[in-house]
């Protein structure tokens, strides 16, 4: 009795500690809508007047400095 308890037991510990490889639909859903979520952001960020300042005003001092 106490033997199938224990074999009962180790075979739930092992099977939730398999790792399911993969994403299920859902996953995918919600990476898909994350990564466009976080695309939008990083867009507006980089295309913002600030930004674009700073990286002309690197871009011209990089080219403007004397050797």
Not at 13 to 24: H, K, P, Q, R
Not at 32 to 41: H, L
Request: aromatic share 6%; glycine share 8%.
């Amino acid at each position: 009795m106490i033997e199938n308890a224990l074999q009962e037991l180790k075979t739930r510990i092992v099977l939730f500690g398999v790792e399911d490889d993969g994403m299920s639909t859902a996953e995918y859903a919600i990476g898909t809508i994350a990564a466009a979520a976080f695309g939008a952001v990083l867009y507006t960020v980089v295309t913002g007047d600030s930004i674009v300042t700073a990286l002309t005003g690197i871009i011209d001092k990089a080219l403007n400095t004397t050797v």
